[in-house]
């Protein structure tokens, strides 16, 4: 199962490695507004620049995977990516987004500079191949439902044609009904593929259709499951962030308040300087 490690990634000068100083992932959900996405990505920028920790945005055009016909997804494929091709120019961050299916990675490619791999998505041989044939770095969600060794499977398809630029993100697996744990011995498990490992503390909290017709989540152990993650030793933190998490229109009972985010992340920073200087 070892591979020979496939060494650090690098995106718009950040270098995201399981042995490089710890890089954050964050931003909303989904585009709620352009004003919003925009407020966002600038208070992290701000304080990614204050706290000297490398940034890298994310965002949604689409939601796909909602748990009710009526859940709201957000502006869709064309309008979402001219709003974050804008915003792409007024930040000083690389973006990440998530394509859904093979048809709209030749759009996407053209804003991001990182292709995500939905989590229910991941086994998606034709997704996962046209992603990587991109040759984008493509950051591929573990499944709810895979063990951390089967994503080996998913990183050979990567590699299928070429792309060795390839992240992986543990965000919890199903436990039960409407619930989710995070064994975090599959993060080193997943260290030994030899791709950065990233830890989504955000989704890792879900509750999926916890609510009947919403996800529900558990943000209070958000941030003592990203500790533990850090001390395990990890590439990056994912989170999803809102300036009113109850207001949220996608994701909110899982989501960082802003505010929030500068205390938590010291910790995490601390955490990381400490576990890499061994």
């Not at 585009?31 to 940034?55: C, D, F, G, H, Y």
């Not at 086994?123 to 992603?131: C, F, G, I, K």
């Not at 995070?182 to 503390?201: H, S």
Request: positive net charge; hydrophobic residues 40%; proline residues 6%.
């Amino acid at each position: 199962m070892t591979r020979t490690p496939h060494g650090t990634v690098t995106v718009g000068g950040i270098r995201i490695g399981n042995d490089q100083p710890l890089v954050l992932i964050a931003g909303p959900c989904v585009i709620e507004s352009e004003s919003m996405t925009e407020r966002i990505a600038r208070t992290l920028e701000k304080t990614a620049r204050r706290m000297k920790v490398p940034l890298i945005f994310k965002c949604s055009y689409d939601k796909a995977n909602r748990s009710s016909i009526k859940s709201y997804r957000g502006p869709g494929l064309e309008e979402g990516l001219e709003i974050l091709e804008r915003l792409k120019r007024r930040i000083d961050a690389p973006l990440l987004i998530d394509v859904h299916s093979v048809d709209e990675i030749p759009a996407a490619e053209a804003v991001a500079d990182i292709l995500q791999i939905p989590a229910f998505m991941c086994r998606q041989t034709d997704l996962v191949v046209a992603a990587a044939r991109t040759g984008k770095i493509i950051n591929v969600k573990k499944g709810q439902f895979l063990a951390p060794w089967d994503v080996r499977n998913v990183v050979d398809k990567a590699m299928s044609v070429g792309n060795r630029q390839i992240l992986l993100t543990e965000r919890g697996v199903s436990f039960g009904y409407n619930n989710l744990v995070v064994d975090m011995r599959g993060l080193t498990v997943m260290k030994g593929l030899g791709c950065p490992v990233i830890f989504d503390a955000t989704h890792s909290v879900q509750l999926p259709g916890g609510r009947g017709t919403s996800t529900g989540g558990q943000r209070e152990f958000i941030w003592p499951l990203a500790r533990a993650a850090v001390a395990v030793g990890v590439a990056a933190v994912f989170m999803e962030v809102h300036p009113d998490p109850a207001r949220a229109l996608s994701d909110g009972p899982n989501a960082i308040p802003l505010s929030a985010l500068p205390g938590g992340l010291r910790q995490l920073m601390a955490i990381d300087r400490t576990v890499k200087s061994f």
